[in-house]
């Protein structure tokens, strides 16, 4: 890295420790919208108490079962789906919830693989409520009767799309639910018919299909995981992020595209196929109950309202936040990935795509990463070129550049004139070096964003010890745990730390001191800030370093013609 590009890398240094802040300044997520905005009491809640609904159900539902049976009889059922892609508990409750969600490709660090149902936390999702006309909040969370005879317990195989029907009666009013399962996405169909008490019990001619408790942490880096932590509405294609403030709710009537809550890796989203006709977002304070083992992230509820007076149908994706899966889905749910702002959002996207597309012929995403920095350094090489270039012509004038600055020390007028006669008459562009490296900041963004926030390198292994390039590669754990720099000691970052202080050394002046100062300063403070970042990042930065060294040893030889006519003149 040449010292713009340090430069600009310290400006983000800023920015990360501003934390967490930062990623509203990078851009990583829509900013929020102005849509109403109501103060609710949080809902009490008893010490070691599962997480509460946020919309208020505390009216004990009148819920009856069809048929002859009565309700004391009516026994919760839970079946285990096994798919190709995860294993699904789904309970009778509520005429279909989910107790877990483990998703088999992806492991958490002590083996077990992703789960991201916890009764505790969010075992109220996918229930239908509504508000009776008497005014009353209901929430139908006792169990319904499951049409086909699995015993509680049993496991079924996914082959095909798989469909579990529930029912049961409001008053006498009988009511319907099914959930449709598929063993080759992260998709679940939820139908739902509660016309034969549309007239007579619900107001406003409305329910709502619920998911309370977001999804749980599953990242050992509790700190950066909670700045991902969001909820998001969109309504129109316009998509309003929550600010995540405890007891506020962002609520808007009309057609809503869809509600989605997502941690640093996962997401749930409610995506309706029925017109729906509202939408709601609430936040609640996670620090006193810890319950999703992130106290640092906030407890996010979703709701999305449906007519009572006809079938209602909706999509529900819980899964890896995977670009192409998101965007198959066809309602701009990408763009809840972090990927940048506009401007840097294509370029990420184009960095994201090429990295897959690598990794189908090189099945190991360290190796990619190497042949991805060969890459973008020959794409950039007539840029970096130019700029190294100018780099070592103003290098070759420094000695003339200090003696005018003796000679005018107490007449900064002349110095500037005198100074800027030299390089006209010598044929060098001070600003030279500056347009090559503005050119690469969005490149250089867009990859910071990449390989921090992207599922693709979680648990991926590369080589030696390093096992994950998504986590720092820690080699010696500390018995204490530093302000910015962390608990371990990282190898990467020293050799990104060591090649950079070759790399700038290159660059700068041997005459000007502060410059070099600068230099050590920069090599120390980069090795403190990127200990706790992605070895894939580290790796990465390294290898592009390590390119840029012999770049500039063997490419950009002082002989080249723009120092060549600086020497002759």
């Given at each position: ?20 802040y930062y990623y509203e300044f990078l851009g990583l997520a ?82 077990a693989t992703v789960n991201l149902i916890l009764q505790e ?449």
């Open positions: 890295m040449d010292r713009k590009t340090v430069s600009a890398f310290f400006l983000i240094a800023l920015i990360l420790m501003a934390m967490p829509p900013p929020p919208k102005e849509l109403p905005v109501q103060q609710k009491k949080p809902a009490a809640q008893a010490p070691q108490k599962a997480h509460s609904s946020a919309l208020s159900y505390d009216k004990p539902t009148q819920v009856e079962p069809v048929g002859e049976t009565s309700l004391s009889e009516v026994k919760e059922v839970i079946v285990f789906l096994d798919s190709p892609l995860y294993t699904a508990g789904v309970s009778s409750r509520g005429g279909g919830s989910l107790v877990s969600f483990l998703l088999k490709q992806y492991p958490l660090d002590d083996s936390m969010n075992g109220d999702n996918l229930l239908l409520a509504f508000r009776e006309i008497s005014g009353d909040n209901v929430l139908l969370d006792q169990p319904w009767n499951m049409s086909a005879s699995y015993a509680h317990g049993d496991t079924v195989s996914i082959d095909s799309d798989l469909s579990l029907h529930f029912s049961s009666s409001v008053s006498g009013h009988s009511i319907n639910k099914s959930l449709t399962f598929y063993p080759d996405n992260y998709t679940i169909t939820v139908s739902a018919d509660l016309q034969s008490m549309s007239d007579d019990i619900i107001s406003q001619d409305r329910f709502n299909l619920i998911w309370n408790g977001g999804i749980p942490s599953t990242e050992p880096n509790k700190h950066d995981e909670a700045s991902f932590f969001s909820a998001n509405l969109s309504q129109g294609q316009e998509v309003t992020k929550h600010g995540g403030k405890s007891g506020n709710t962002v609520s808007s009537s009309g057609r809503t595209d869809w509600t989605a809550v997502r941690s640093k890796y996962f997401t749930a989203a409610i995506i309706p196929i029925s017109n729906s006709n509202y939408g709601e977002i609430h936040a609640e304070d996670n620090r006193s109950l810890d319950l999703n083992g992130n106290s640092k992230a906030p407890l996010y509820d979703m709701a999305v309202g449906f007519s009572s007076s006809a079938p209602a149908q909706a999509v529900v994706y819980l899964g890896p936040l995977q670009y192409n899966k998101l965007k198959d889905l066809g309602v701009g749910l990408e763009n809840t990935m972090s990927l940048g702002i506009a401007p840097i959002r294509f370029i990420s996207r184009t960095v994201l795509f090429s990295l897959v597309a690598l990794y189908r012929v090189v099945p190991n995403y360290g190796i990619v990463l190497i042949i991805f920095s060969i890459i973008v350094k020959l794409l950039v090489y007539p840029l970096t070129k130019k700029s190294y270039q100018s780099m070592k012509a103003m290098q070759v004038l420094q000695p003339e550049v200090m003696g005018l600055r003796e000679k005018y020390k107490s007449d900064p007028q002349k110095l500037n004139q005198a100074t800027m006669k030299l390089y006209k008459e010598r044929g060098v562009n001070p600003l030279g070096g500056c347009l090559p490296m503005l050119l690469q900041m969005p490149l250089l963004f867009a990859l910071f964003i990449v390989f921090r926030s992207t599922i693709e390198l979680r648990g991926a292994p590369f080589t030696l010890w390093i096992n994950d390039l998504s986590q720092p590669d820690g080699l010696i754990p500390l018995p204490f745990s530093l302000p910015l720099y962390g608990d371990q000691i990282s190898l990467l970052p020293l050799l990104m730390g060591a090649s950079m202080f070759v790399q700038q050394k290159m660059t700068t002046s041997p005459v000007n001191p502060q410059q070099k100062m600068m230099t050590q300063f920069m090599s120390v403070f980069f090795v403190i800030l990127f200990n706790q970042f992605p070895s894939g990042l580290n790796l990465y930065y390294t290898l592009f370093n390590v390119l840029t060294i012999v770049q500039q040893k063997y490419f950009v030889h002082p002989t080249d013609s723009s120092v060549a006519a600086v020497k002759r003149s």
